[in-house]
Each structure stands twice: as C-alpha cells, then as structure tokens.
C-alpha cells in the first residue's frame, strides 16, 4: 500500500522546515523550531494474588508535554503579550495575572514543498509557563537571539478537515505559467 494516496508517486514523508503556527486568528511571525506534539500515557500494573509472577497493565492517565516555540528576537510583542497574561511584574499588586485569557487554543499547520498544507494539529487550552526574553548576549558571538516560549497544554488532536492534496507537477505549473 503507498504511503500517500492522493499522491500514489510521491516516495518521501513530508519535510519538517515549512510550518506556521496561530492563535488568535492571526499567524504569529518568525517562529522558527517547535518542539515536538508528543503525548505520554501512564502505565498502570496490577496482579493478583494467585497470579505467576507477572503484572497486567493497562493505560492510565495521559499526559501532554510543554510546547516550546523559539523565534528570532524582533518588534513583534506576541511572545510577550502572551506570557504577560500569565505574570506580569508591572501591573501592580492583584493585577499580575489575567484569569479571563491567559489561555489560548493554537494550530499548528504543516505544509509540503509546493505550499500546500498537508497537516494541521489544533492545541487546546495553552498558557505560558516559561518565557525567555533574550538568550545568553555574547559579544564575540555571531548568533541570532532567539526567544522561547513554553506553553502548558491539555491536549490536541489532528484536524482531520486537512486531508492530502493534489500535488502539482512541475508540467502542470509550467503550463499555467505559460498560458
């Protein structure tokens, strides 16, 4: 059985270096490295009194990891806006936090070589837990500075309304381009 459908001719997985992240509606800019989606489940062993020495196991509770998105220090304040709902020093005491919003769905999309989006995962229920402004400053040093941020979740799952696309050929786009 191939590995794509849509594309029976298609040999190689997608690559990991075309993706966008959102919340809010809107594509935040210059995020370059996202951690990976992974998921664990507790295993839970029991045994009865009468039983060999061996367990039974059966799943427990899952856990989700953080996710931690890293960018190119720029203007553009998201990084911060969002952590700043979480603990923000400057407002004053009883007004750190923000319990109405501080939490965010996000989707995360990936894309084939030709742009196509070809995966989406949606992210539930994300909050800040860890936010760096500016990395370690080095002077003789020749190193973009890159934030990070660490976002908490409760879980995500695939946006199946994503499904393969057609892939065009290099004869299809010289086609159109011709015409």
Request: aromatic share 12%; hydrophobic share 35%; net charge negative.
């Amino acid at each position: 059985m191939p590995q794509f459908t849509v594309n029976p001719y298609r040999f190689d997985p997608y690559k990991n270096f075309k993706f966008r992240i959102k919340w809010d509606g809107r594509y935040v800019a210059g995020v370059s490295k996202i951690s990976p989606l992974r998921r664990v489940t507790e295993v839970i062993t029991h045994r009865e009194g009468g039983d060999p020495s061996t367990e039974h196991k059966s799943p427990g509770v899952t856990f989700y990891d953080p996710i931690v998105l890293e960018r190119g220090v720029t203007h553009d304040p998201e990084f911060e806006n969002w952590a700043n709902k979480v603990w923000d020093f400057g407002k004053g005491l009883g007004n750190e936090g923000s319990l109405k919003d501080f939490r965010k769905d996000l989707i995360i999309e990936l894309f084939n070589e030709a742009g196509q989006m070809v995966l989406a995962y949606r992210v539930f229920r994300c909050w800040v837990s860890e936010y760096q402004a500016l990395p370690e400053l080095d002077a003789n040093g020749s190193a973009v500075a890159i934030q990070t941020l660490t976002l908490e979740n409760e879980g995500w799952e695939r946006d199946t309304d994503v499904v393969e696309p057609v892939e065009p050929s290099f004869a299809t786009k010289s086609a159109k381009s011709a015409k």
